[in-house]
């Protein structure tokens, strides 16, 4: 079946996904939405081909979402801040209590509003057919770029479109790990090896951790901009390798509790481990680490490089790891600092999501933007990651940007790197 697109010019293509878009105008914006669309829908699609006969369900787990709910969730999203909401140019300053006008599905509220639909009850819902949800995808979305075209040019008046792009980005990387999930066939590189690098050495500073508002777009959790003082510290140049893990699981690593905090240890049992997700062999093999690893990408078995990073590892495992190795995983400034200042020096990132020792809270002075679900209700559960994935947009990429999840997920493309005690 074929997916409706949106024409796009080439001369534009290789601005649309890229950080810049934190500060786009309407032009560049509305390319951007609709690129951003295109690529949703091109993964839908994919899904289509595979689940058709089951008429597109998937299994209740508590890390997916039905993919039908899912696609009408980000139609839902940026019709309710966009084409519904009377402030929506007040930006940040939106009273999200004001009442919106009616949806163009009578019914999409309590289909796709997250925040009222508890996650299990998504799988009992009478959804209507794909075809109607991506009729409801392009109306919405018609709207919203008719409603930009008359926006005025500035951050406020702009911040529920940039909003909607990487809210829209975000659901499209869930669709692609939720395959790796499904074991359903997608097309994604693996990360490649990289020769491995001695730690650096990383002097003290006074850093300043967070945004200010008024530069474009910036996250509620992002802000405000604050000054911190770092301690030196010594940094892996690159995330663990397999090479690195395979190490850890062959001195027994999941077999020695003393190794695990114990609600790292509990999640261990409670999930029967011997390795990560996906993993069907490891090992260290003849030779060296090459070829030590096999694990299922998206549906097929595949022989991992050593010098690639470890994926699919949860927290727990990360922080085992490192007390294993007599090391520890980076505060989430330190990794900052580290992705500012060191690149020259071989400071690599962007092939894994990468946690950091930080549980995830506001920056002093927080204050939550109109969407509410975003940020706050996760304070104190969640731990910080840094960095980015295989699966990740280009223009969602920053060292400022904060990722986060419970410290149990191991379904997304996540590693860690470590630093000394």
Known sequence: MSFMSFELPVPALSSLDSANLRTAGRELLS?????????TLFLIDRYEQTLRVQGMQVPLLPELNPPLWELGHVGWFQERWIGRNLQRQQGPRCDPQATLLASLLPQADYWWDSSRMPHDRRWALELPPLA???????????????????????????????????????????????????????QLPLPAP????????I?????????????????????AAHEVVVPEFEIDAQPVSWAQYVEFVADGGYDRP????????????????????????????????????????FGQTVRLAGGAPAMHLSWWEADAWCRWAGRRLPT??????????????????????EWTGT??????????????DYSEPWFGTHKVLRGASIA???????????????????????GFRSCAL
């Open 359 to 372: 549980t995830f809270f506001g920056y002093p002075g927080f204050t939550p933007d109109p969407y509410r």
């Open 132 to 186: 109607d949800i991506k009729s409801y995808l392009l109306a919405t979305l018609e709207s919203t770029l008719e409603l930009l075209a008359r926006a005025p040019e500035d951050d406020d008046a702009l911040y529920f479109y940039r909003l909607a792009l990487f809210h829209e980005d975000m659901h499209s990387e869930a669709y692609i790990y939720m395959a790796q999930t499904l074991g359903l066939r997608l």
């Open 332 to 353: 989430e400034v330190e990794w900052e600092v580290a992705a500012h200042q060191a690149p020259a020096r071989g400071f690599r990132w962007g092939d894994v999501w």
């Open 392 to 414: 990740t947009r280009a223009r969602l990429k920053s060292p400022k940007y904060r990722n986060y999840y419970l410290p149990g997920r191991d379904d997304i493309f996540c």
């Open 31 to 39: 390319l951007a939405l609709m690129d951003a669309r295109n690529h």
């Open 203 to 223: 002097p003290a500073t006074r850093w300043r951790l967070g945004l200010d508002a008024g530069r474009g777009y910036t996250f509620d959790n992002e802000r």
């Open 194 to 201: 990289v020769p491995a690098r001695e730690p650096l050495w």
């Open 258 to 297: 003393e190794l695990w905090l114990p609600a790292g240890w509990d999640w261990l049992q409670h999930q029967g481990r011997r390795a990560p997700r996906h993993v069907e062999q490891i090992g260290v093999a003849r030779g060296g680490s090459e070829g030590a690893v096999l694990q299922r990408w």
